[in-house]
């Protein structure tokens, strides 16, 4: 069906490979041609003495100059990509970089190694490099590329060059003493719709995201009672004789009903739960860059107040204060051009989910319809036969 | 309404209560043992687990007692019973009651029936077949009706999810503006596909149901007559062996031994014409039992079928410009 829907990279289930991508890509927001193509796979488990982990395939395919080679294949582990999400919030505080798959799922019967766990952990690890990749700002940062270039041992060492885990400390505890230092005073109006919109789209996800997965167990339990159902007609079909077609013919009806349910149980875990998911990662993220961008207000702020109070070392100040309003101007405005662009994304990944939720729907409804109505067509053929041979004398 | 000779007036109106029903059903089984009765909704209910006064409970022991009445009347010896007439005639049926219990007195012909302690050698091959078959019948009946209540639980939990969903659609419609048509229309949506299931369920409950238990009742009322007409028949075997027994030079048989045996006759042509009756009705009533099933189902899908193709044109709206 691959007519119909929209192709784009963040189609993690579409066939796989970067060469098959750039054939199926199709021009969307950007006139330029994509030149980066990524794509994740071929989970393999590594047992070591220490520890048991699952690495994956990381393929990418490039035209772009700062790229010594076209081709990568490289191998990656979960904590690869945290390093690589952790690397992109220092260097871009208040850009909001995609959501990670949870690290642990604690809820249900899901096994850290189960096929579907990695499956679904896979797809959303396509997704969130496919979105660096488009991201204007994000595409090009140093850490990316050295994430989908570097051999293991290459990346390993890179890594250990970076800031010391005490000074990234260090960061995290002041950044938590000037949020309780108290709310930011001079926060533009701009920021603080955002703050209120990000408040209620968060409530407003996290409620579908939890209702919408009460619906899978829903019809997944729907599924199981039907599954017991139709062939009970069958059953007692045996028994009898003239009402046997008509009940064999129930049978069927719920037995492609039972299918048909399977498949829309299918389509509702892959078009509408992971994105619903991902968005409610996704509100967090914001939220925490609304917060990181006010900290940084509030460290221009506060360093305002302190001159305010002292009257001599104008001139040692003003050059500080004068870096912090640039660093602030800088945050707004990556913030407000990432802002636009995550909402229209939004808007498209949900016109797009809704759709295809729409036709997963239509065509479940469709079936169904089909098979009772040639049930009914059958039953009242076999009556007009009935009727035609009583009348005959 | 009648045009029958037997009834004074063409048209009655009477008031009845469950117990008058239940009271007409024994009469009916006590006057005419070797036909089946049709059966009743069942007389207690768990009180808690349903209200016996709601509109839903009172509806559908109104369409069973209806059914039970009509099927009387198709009876063609059934709808001649007396206390048939009086239970449709009388304006005072408690007075009839009190006199019925005095005529108990009056050994009937009835009381004869109730024989009891003689046992059955071996059930004729047609009758054993009957036995088989209800027993077969109400077996499968019964998982039906569990599975199908167990559907209509499933089915009342998903709504209890829809109803909750639709609206958090609307209401982050309300924070959105190029998102909020397409917001608005998947809770729309979501909410008619939800009056449609709700429908859905309730002719489940309404209709299919009813008619299932209907007919369990009825094999089991159904497999009690068999019991009856069994001992009839071993009443019989046991006078005749007994009269073999005393090894007399009578050629004629005893005339409580021939009486015997005419009932045994009697019984047997009774059950077997209203079995066939019954399979019959039975044949008709599932025919349109699981066509209505089939047809609410297909009113089902089309509702939502058409919920859901009204947003598609929605979604593809695009009224974003770069």
Not at chain 2, 84 to 102: E, H, I, P, R, W
Request: proline share 4%.
């Amino acid at each position: 069906d691959t007519s119909l829907a929209e192709v784009n990279s963040f189609s993690p289930s579409m066939p796989i490979s970067p060469s098959s991508m750039i054939n199926q890509y199709k021009f969307e927001d950007e006139p330029e041609l994509r030149d980066l193509f990524i794509t994740v796979d071929d989970p393999e488990s590594h047992i070591t003495a220490i520890e048991t982990f699952i690495t994956y395939r990381v393929v990418t395919k490039t035209s772009r100059g700062e790229f010594d080679s076209s081709e990568y294949e490289v191998r990656r582990r979960y904590q690869d990509f945290l390093w690589l999400k952790s690397r992109l919030e220092e260097a871009h505080p208040t850009l909001i970089i995609p959501p990670l798959p949870e690290k642990f799922i604690m809820k249900g019967m899901v096994e850290r190694f189960s096929d579907e766990f990695i499956e679904t952990r896979r797809k959303a690890l396509h997704k969130f490099l496919n979105r660096i990749a488009d991201h204007p700002t994000l595409t090009f940062n140093e850490d990316f590329k050295i994430f989908l270039t570097a051999q293991a041992w290459e990346l390993s060492s890179h890594k250990k060059q970076g800031p010391g885990l005490l000074s990234r400390m260090g960061q995290t505890v002041r950044a938590v003493a000037s949020s309780v230092r108290g709310g930011v005073k001079n926060r533009p109006e701009m920021f603080t719709e955002m703050n209120n919109y990000v408040e209620t789209f968060s409530q407003k996800i996290n409620v579908l995201d939890k209702i919408a997965h009460r619906i899978y167990k829903e019809e997944r339990e729907y599924f199981n009672e039907m599954k017991e159902y139709g062939p009970i007609y069958t059953l007692w079909s045996a028994s009898e004789e003239d009402t046997a077609d008509s009940l064999k013919g129930v049978a069927s009806c719920i037995d492609k009903c039972c299918k048909a349910t399977e498949k829309r149980m299918a389509g509702l875990s892959e078009d509408l739960l992971p994105i619903l998911h991902e968005y409610v990662l996704y509100s967090e993220i914001l939220m925490g860059v609304l917060k990181r961008r006010d900290q940084i207000q509030g460290e221009l702020d506060s360093k305002v107040d302190a001159l305010a109070n002292k009257k001599t070392e104008k001139d040692l100040f003003s050059e500080e204060i004068g870096k912090l309003e640039d660093k602030v101007e800088c945050a707004n405005n990556a913030l407000k051009a990432d802002w636009e662009r995550w909402k229209q994304n939004m808007r498209c990944d949900m016109r797009s989910t809704f759709t295809n939720v729409a036709e997963n729907n239509l065509r479940y409804y469709e079936e169904c319809l089909a098979t009772w109505e040639s049930f009914l067509a059958s039953q009242r053929v076999d009556l007009h036969v009935e009727e035609d041979s009583e009348d005959r004398p | 309404q009648t045009t029958r000779a037997e009834f004074d007036l063409p048209e009655y109106s009477v008031r009845r209560r469950y117990q008058d029903f239940d009271w007409l059903r024994n009469k009916l089984e006590e006057s005419q043992p070797t036909h089946l009765i049709p059966p009743l909704p069942e007389k207690f209910v768990v009180k808690g687990v349903v209200d016996r006064f709601s509109e839903e409970f009172v509806e559908t022991r109104r369409k069973a007692l209806d059914k039970f009445l009509k099927r009387i009347t198709d009876h063609p010896v059934l709808s001649f019973n007396d206390h048939f007439n009086v239970f449709l005639t009388a304006k005072d049926l408690n007075a009839y009651k009190k006199q019925g219990m005095a005529l108990l007195s009056k050994m009937g012909e009835s009381v004869k029936y109730v024989t009891g302690g003689y046992k059955l050698r071996s059930r004729p091959l047609e009758f054993a077949a009957i036995g088989e078959y209800l027993d077969t019948f109400s077996l499968k009946l019964g998982t039906i009706d569990r599975i199908a209540q167990r559907i209509i639980k499933e089915q009342l939990e998903y709504l209890v999810e829809l109803r909750e969903y639709g609206p958090v659609y609307s209401t982050w419609g309300g924070l959105e503006v190029e998102l909020s048509e397409p917001l608005e229309g998947v809770s729309a949506c979501i909410g008619n596909c939800c009056t449609a299931l709700e429908e859905l369920s309730e002719d489940m409950t309404e209709d299919f149901l009813p008619v299932l238990r209907e007919y369990i009742l009825y094999s089991e009322s159904m497999k009690n007559v068999l019991k009856k007409r069994d001992q009839v028949q071993a009443e019989y075997e046991a006078k005749l062996e007994a009269v073999a027994l005393k090894k007399e030079d009578r050629p004629k048989v005893p005339t409580d031994v021939e009486k015997c045996q005419d009932r045994v006759e009697c019984f047997n042509a009774d059950l077997k014409a209203d079995m066939e009756r019954w399979q019959n009705n039975k044949r008709q009533d599932f025919r349109q039992l699981l066509m209505g099933m089939a047809d609410k189902n297909i009113q089902y899908y089309e509702k939502c079928l058409t919920a859901w193709e009204s947003i598609i044109p929605l979604l593809q709206d695009k009224p974003e410009t770069k």
